[in-house]
């Protein structure tokens, strides 16, 4: 790859992922600056964003090495784009419960000490449901498609949607796998919260006591959850990453038959040009080109 195609840092940083890491970072330190004594509960929005910090930089680096004559769309991860958008609103719906449940455990505490369960189950569908939407259209984003654009400037990209010229796409094996463990994942947790919840509350099960920033005023006391929260909190992220392996790999393992018999009616300069955007997009795509 040629210097000019290598991307700098700065051009990493788009305008519209510097709005995100704004608005977010001023969320975050107004939740902060109300005294929170444990981390726990922040780390949710955290790791939303984090992730969808993740989908922006890589819709980043796609649209800055496009250009006008790109003969490929690859998603191996579907449209980062929308996975975004997805997570930013549910880490910032989860900043804004954060930010009210602190205020109201400051201003009303006995509202809280009453009503804490019905809070931390709806932060925790908002957690839980930022990830599950990532993965419930998936499979209309992911896929490697081969552009055969007409030269007639009248009907350029006229084959664009094409189904014959996409050479792979989620299998519906994998996609099946991912939509039913995706949707157990996002009832079952939620479920589960909502169960453990009412459970340590009438102190059934074992718990955990967790500060607000107003515990102690007029005698509120901590909120008690349970420790199922500690596997809430690492499985969308977890079971997530395994569904963008499955998907990766679903992707890129082509049929490169397909793409001998799409590109083969094509001319030699083009031929190349699509083998060479191949290789940009991905090194590994070296070993199974072998066009004449």
Same mark, same amino acid.
């Given at each position: 790859?040629?210097?000019?195609?290598?991307?700098?840092?700065?051009?990493?940083?788009?305008?519209?992922?510097?709005?995100?890491?704004?608005?977010?970072?001023?969320?975050?330190?107004?939740?902060?600056?109300?005294?929170?004594?444990?981390?726990?509960?922040?780390?949710?929005?955290?790791?939303?964003?984090?992730?969808?910090?993740?989908?922006?930089?890589?819709?980043?680096?796609?649209?800055?090495?496009?250009?006008?004559?790109?003969?490929?769309?690859?998603?191996?991860?579907?449209?980062?784009?929308?996975?975004?958008?997805?997570?930013?609103?549910?880490?910032?719906?989860?900043?804004?419960?954060?930010?009210?449940?602190?205020?109201?455990?400051?201003?009303?505490?006995?509202?809280?000490?009453?009503?804490?369960?019905?809070?931390?189950?709806?932060?925790?569908?908002?957690?839980?449901?930022?990830?599950?939407?990532?993965?419930?259209?998936?499979?209309?984003?992911?896929?490697?498609?081969?552009?055969?654009?007409?030269?007639?400037?009248?009907?350029?990209?006229?084959?664009?949607?094409?189904?014959?010229?996409?050479?792979?796409?989620?299998?519906?094996? *994998? #996609?099946? +796998?991912?939509? @039913? =463990?995706?949707?157990?994942?996002? &009832?079952?947790?939620?479920? $589960?919260? !909502?169960?453990?919840?009412?459970?340590?509350?009438?102190?059934?099960?074992?718990?955990?006591?967790?500060?607000?920033?107003?515990?102690?005023?007029?005698?509120?006391?901590?909120?008690?959850? *349970? #420790?199922? +929260?500690?596997? @809430? =909190?690492?499985?969308?992220?977890? &079971?997530?990453?395994?569904? $963008?392996? !499955?998907?990766?790999?679903?992707?890129?393992?082509?049929?490169?038959?397909?793409?001998?018999?799409?590109?083969?009616?094509?001319?030699?300069?083009?031929?190349?040009?699509?083998?060479?955007?191949?290789?940009?997009?991905?090194?590994?795509?070296?070993?199974?080109?072998?066009?004449?």
């Amino acid at each position: 790859m040629s210097i000019k195609n290598r991307l700098q840092f700065k051009e990493l940083i788009s305008e519209s992922l510097l709005r995100d890491l704004i608005l977010f970072s001023f969320l975050f330190i107004l939740v902060i600056a109300q005294n929170w004594d444990s981390i726990l509960l922040l780390l949710f929005p955290l790791i939303t964003f984090i992730f969808a910090l993740f989908f922006k930089m890589i819709d980043t680096v796609r649209q800055e090495s496009k250009t006008e004559d790109t003969l490929i769309i690859y998603n191996p991860l579907g449209s980062e784009k929308v996975s975004s958008h997805r997570l930013n609103f549910s880490a910032f719906i989860q900043l804004i419960l954060l930010f009210w449940f602190g205020a109201e455990s400051l201003y009303h505490p006995q509202l809280i000490d009453n009503y804490y369960i019905y809070f931390i189950s709806i932060f925790i569908f908002f957690y839980t449901f930022g990830f599950y939407s990532v993965f419930i259209d998936l499979w209309k984003y992911s896929k490697l498609e081969i552009i055969i654009e007409n030269f007639d400037a009248k009907n350029s990209r006229k084959d664009h949607d094409n189904l014959d010229n996409v050479i792979s796409f989620l299998k519906m094996k *994998s #996609f099946k +796998i991912i939509s @039913i =463990i995706n949707l157990l994942v996002f &009832i079952i947790l939620n479920a $589960l919260n !909502i169960l453990f919840a009412f459970l340590t509350f009438d102190e059934i099960m074992p718990r955990f006591e967790y500060i607000l920033p107003g515990t102690g005023f007029e005698n509120s006391e901590p909120i008690k959850l *349970s #420790f199922i +929260i500690y596997a @809430i =909190i690492t499985t969308p992220p977890l &079971i997530s990453i395994a569904f $963008l392996i !499955i998907n990766y790999k679903d992707i890129n393992n082509f049929s490169e038959e397909k793409l001998n018999k799409i590109v083969s009616s094509l001319p030699k300069g083009t031929q190349n040009k699509i083998i060479e955007n191949l290789i940009l997009l991905n090194e590994n795509f070296k070993n199974k080109l072998r066009l004449e």
